[in-house]
């Protein structure tokens, strides 16, 4: 299948075009921009849901449940679970994710993990271009659910219309949470296994935190949920619902859609840009050996292949 | 102080110096680039020690008890613990490394959290030239701790002579840390409170994985410590030393140097031309404007930003 018929797929929600289209993504291969291109006119009206956390605190079981609200209400969904290094093939589903087989077979859902691997600017990069797919494709929600509570999986997170920070009892304290850049990107907060021991005091150590911080114009919700006994699903559904209400109102949707999109060519062009570095680096040798001689610093070499680069345009 | 002076005093170990020099790389500020060019020759002879793993595993009691045993070798040592987004100032100790403050007129001993919002690169290029700076100040050994367990943290650890990677029962398994590229950075793994129900399955789960990569010249040790009861911390010295001989006889010391260090120059050339493409966005509101309305997409854009801010120099 070649890129305009990849295009073609993917705009009438052929779900093997789609398929293939977030291994592109994923590899970054050749065509990457060309489906880029073909359907970036066709995104902007889906839903966009981050779900981040720490590994074992449930977001899995979070992002089943909300699926199946979704369905209920008639809403398309798709899951995309960023996975920075595994080697899941397209559509495979993760092992952990068996509470969304019953799934599988719904045409309105769609369920992928991607890895990031080959993609030049990592998960960061690929995440949006993946979500953007499925956006094109006709998807009414996408949820994207991180691996991890790092930096990195924080900007995934924050790159979506409304970022849900799941904790648990016993996986790490808010205040380390907050360490990670967490309180400054999430809009609503989930404290999972409510029926769990320590669960009240995550909740009152998150509370206490946005007690702290500045005041904003949206205050993030704290739900309590347990998603295997089904409770508080209802509720935090409801709090993205009123988060969307707030970004359509306040004209925040749009300014935050906007400044995401300039983050993210500015990154795609440094991305570009540490390619030609690289191969610079790689042709002349010199440079390299003189900084390994501690001859020439970092921070010089980086201002050297700047200049380089540009004058070899 | 100017910039001659800190590079003066950091190189005759003066801790104000030192301290001043890391708000330099935290902030990003002026000087910057001359601190890196004065210090960059007397870099090179510390033993850097990367410790990672999830909030709560117990990182800073086991960089506590490291300390505690590089102190009575007659070791110097720094302890650097990076903090994404925390503004705790200078020489300040976090309110968790209440152990470590037995050590805090210890004058071979210097620890510090570092926040990194102000550096062009984040935590993944302020961590490497903060460390030279403890390096070009005489300290034998320095600890670098991250928060958190991303994408982001992972790379901060393995621009270290030996990654540490720590793990405890109750964290998140091990199958979720090996997504998270844990499993590839680690020279060591710790499994800590080993005292606590559970240490046996993760000690399991770890080997397991070990089994299942593939063959690696340098066998990563797997060790249970409990640091309040200051079990396995010899073993865990004696296995951080072995590997430190293992990388001097096989030449990978220098070889793994030498290859970050390029990859640290490529980031801080594509940081370097970050500003200057979002300089181009800001400057000229046509490209966004076009972005937004989805008749330029984000890899176009980002590819006539590349030409443009090469043909303008």
Sequence with gaps: MDVEGLVAGVLAGDRRAVARAISLVEDGGAGLEA????IYQRTGRAATIGLTGAPGVGKSSLAAQLLRTDREADRTVAVLAIDPTSPYTGGALLGDRVRMQEHATDPGVFIRSMATRGHLGGMALASPE??????????????????????????????????VVVLAPGMGDAVQMAKAGILEIADVFVVNKADVAGAGDVIRGVRQMLHLGAAREWNPPVIST??????????????????????????QLRAKRRARLLREVESLAAARFRLRAAAALEADRTLADELEARRIDPYRAAAMLGDETAAAE
């Design 130 to 163: 993946a979500v953007r797919v499925l956006d094109a494709a006709g998807y009414d929600v996408v949820i994207v659910e991180t691996v991890g509570v790092g930096q990195a999986e924080v900007e995934v997170a924050a790159a979506t219309d409304t970022a």
């Design 35 to 38: 489906l880029s291109a073909g």
């Design 226 to 251: 347990s998603a295997p006994r089904l409770e508080g699903i209802d509720e935090l559904r409801s709090a993205i619902a009123e988060h969307r209400t707030y970004l359509d109102a306040s004209g």
